[in-house]
């Protein structure tokens, strides 16, 4: 049998035909709903931008503003992508009670964090009312369906400053101690002192922003998506997330030795400004590689175990 060739050309309009038919006939559903019905979901979702308008506010600042959370502008669309080609669960019921407990909890979380001014808990307090909302309408099986939307955009909450306080140190001194270990290697003299590390003629300060916190959330985030698209056991999902942690320190220690060395060999300039960025994001391009590289190689051992199973299963 020969299967035609389809274009990229072709692809695209038929996703775009799919998503136009999904759209008409989300709108005939609408149509099709009782008035009554109708200003219930209406009023639910003013009632949604009411409460949580102030997280929805700070959230969209922190993922414009914040470097260390600029991550959260791709996952939020990703999420919505996800749970629309997921769509609804076969035999989704909903669960009034549950789903009213759940909405309720969030909206105190709400207001209580906005009295403690507490950031974190403030905003994802909205994402607990939507999978309220979620329980409410179709059931916690749903919310389960939908895991991987509802752990996407939570992962694009940003940290809480105590953590991020606490782990940002130690991972400045890791990246610091790779970097000097193979600037040393290299046979180049190192004096290193904290986060500190002073080589011939120059002084490196490993910053807060250099510590590899910022490609660490962003890497786990892109683990859990790799995850959910090439694997299909929990397991091997972790694990895959788990992995995904040394390399983002290591590719970090790489990206404070190759600062070192290009600053005592090319130009001073190489460790500050458009330059050092640019080698951040070069550096995270290769995190993000070596992670697709585990997710590959995790995927074909996941593959040879199913597939053992499945011939034990039938002899």
């Given amino acids: ?98 789903g009213l407990a759940i909405i309720i909890a969030a909206v105190l979380f709400r207001y209580a964090s906005d009295l403690a001014a507490e950031l974190f808990v403030m905003r994802g307090s909205m994402v607990m009312a939507l999978g309220g909302l979620v329980v409410w309408h179709a059931g916690f099986r749903q919310l389960l369906h939908w895991w991987l939307p509802f752990t996407l955009v939570s992962l694009s909450i940003p940290i809480p400053e105590v953590i991020l306080n606490t782990v940002a ?77 040394p390399i983002a320190i290591v590719i970090n220690g790489v990206r404070v030795f190759l600062t070192g060395f290009l600053v005592l060999f090319v130009s001073p300039e190489m460790g500050e400004g458009f330059m050092h960025t640019s080698e951040g994001m070069l550096m995270f391009g290769a995190a993000f590689f070596f992670t697709a590289i585990v997710a590959w190689v995790l995927s074909k051992g996941e593959g040879l175990v199913l597939r053992s199973t499945a011939k034990a299963g039938v002899a």
């Fill in 1 to 98: 049998m020969t299967i035609p060739a389809t274009s990229p050309q072709q692809t695209s309009s038929s996703a775009l035909d799919e998503l136009g038919r999904d759209l008409r006939r989300g709108l005939e559903s609408v149509r099709a709903l009782a008035p009554a019905e109708l200003a219930a979901h209406v009023l639910t979702a003013v009632m949604f931008v009411l409460l949580f308008a102030k997280p929805m506010r700070l959230l969209a600042d922190a993922w414009w503003n914040d470097p260390n959370s600029g991550h959260g502008l791709l996952l939020a669309p990703l999420s919505l992508w996800f749970a629309y080609k997921s769509g609804v669960v076969e035999g989704a019921r909903p669960q009034r009670a549950l």
């Fill in 169 to 245: 140190l130690p991972l400045q001194f890791t990246a610091s101690k790779i970097g000097a270990a193979l600037l040393e290697w290299r046979k180049i003299p190192v004096l290193m002192n904290g986060n500190v590390i002073r080589i011939p003629g120059q002084e490196l300060f490993v910053a807060e922003a250099c510590s590899g916190l910022r490609s660490l959330t962003a890497l786990l985030s892109l683990g859990v998506l790799l995850g959910a698209m090439f694997l299909q056991k929990w397991p091997t999902r972790l694990l895959l997330v788990l992995i995904a942690i």
